[in-house]
């Protein structure tokens, strides 16, 4: 669960301003809707779902049961999916990527999406074992025209299965996840004050039971990390932070990582979301949508400013955890 103080606003304040600088003429974010289904009280991951254009699979962060919503870009909740086999301890991102195939080649049914759900919420550091479950993305039964899901579905997924890992050297708190799409890697950006951590797992069928996370880059362009997506042409990462939205391209014909040390490129954000912790590309990748943990909760759609221009390097006053 986030903690937010007035230090962690201030920083995002810093943040926004950069953005709305390095942006440049860029359109702001639009407002779609506004979730108020009491059952979305604290949303902290957002992901789009395959088939369904405008539509989001979404989670609460800490004290809910293992479950997952579909909701409209409207705030429109259409569906209830229980986790099957899963514990919710800290939920705090959501991604979309391939199921557990070997690392070259399909996976078990092909064609299909998978979801991963991070469980790495660790404000206090005490848990030295965290978990990102794996699950078959579910499937929505449509609506008698056909355009969008039925409403009011209540479904169960396939049985989540854990990866399960430990970071080297001791705990971090972490809110944000991705998943490359070709390689299955599964990528955790930590929440800290100085510098993000970037770790890597594996999520090919050959992942031991219990992994050390491998530390693969620190990046200190964007602090206080509460969000994370990467694109579906693999090539672009999204960053979220409380009032701050961020993208990082990587050069054609580089290894992936290398694009957590590429420049920082500002993205507009929303001004009126003051803890921002779910964002995530569209399903074509040219669009961007974020939503705020805390009421009004609302969502907000961007397309991607690709006249933006690198940011200097983070230099914002430290934030609580």
């Not at 050297?169 to 390689?183: L, R, S, Y």
């Not at 951590?197 to 530390?215: N, S, W």
């Not at 507009?268 to 803890?275: C, G, M, N, T």
């Amino acid at each position: 669960m986030a903690r937010l103080a007035s230090s962690a606003l201030l920083a995002g304040a810093v943040g926004l301003a950069a953005a709305s600088a390095s942006a440049g003429e860029a359109p702001r974010p639009v407002r779609t809707g506004e979730v108020t289904d009491k059952r979305l009280g604290e949303i902290s991951g957002i992901v789009p779902i395959a088939g369904w254009p405008r539509h989001y699979w979404a989670h609460n962060d800490s004290g809910d049961g293992p479950r997952i919503f579909a909701i409209r870009d409207d705030g429109k909740v259409v569906a209830e999916v229980k986790v099957s086999g899963a514990a919710a301890t800290d939920w705090e991102d959501i991604a979309a990527g391939p199921g557990p195939g070997p690392s070259s080649g399909p996976g078990p049914a092909p064609g299909k999406r998978w979801l991963y759900i991070g469980d790495v919420g660790n404000n206090d550091r005490d848990r030295k074992e965290l978990v990102v479950w794996r699950i078959l993305e579910p499937a929505l039964a449509a609506a008698p025209s056909g355009r969008e899901p039925l409403a009011g579905q209540k479904l169960s997924s396939e049985p989540a299965e854990p990866l399960r890992f430990r970071y080297p050297g001791g705990p971090f708190d972490c809110e944000a996840i991705a998943v490359h799409p070709a390689t299955r890697a599964v990528y955790i950006l930590t929440k800290e004050l100085l510098a993000t951590h970037v770790f890597r797992i594996r999520g090919d069928a050959g992942a031991p039971a219990l992994q050390t996370a491998e530390e693969v880059a620190a990046m200190t362009s964007c602090i206080a990390v509460t969000g994370a997506d990467i694109a579906p042409d693999g090539r672009r990462l999204l960053v979220r932070t409380y009032l701050q939205v961020a993208e990082y391209v990587l050069p054609e014909g580089r290894p992936f990582e290398d694009v957590f040390r590429e420049p920082r490129r500002d993205l507009p954000s929303a001004l009126l979301e003051v803890q921002g912790e779910a964002a995530c590309y569209d399903l074509d990748g040219l669009s961007y949508v974020t939503v705020d943990e805390l009421k009004p909760r609302a969502i907000h759609r961007a397309s991607r400013a690709p006249e933006a221009r690198p940011a200097p390097e983070a230099r914002t006053p430290a934030a609580a955890k």
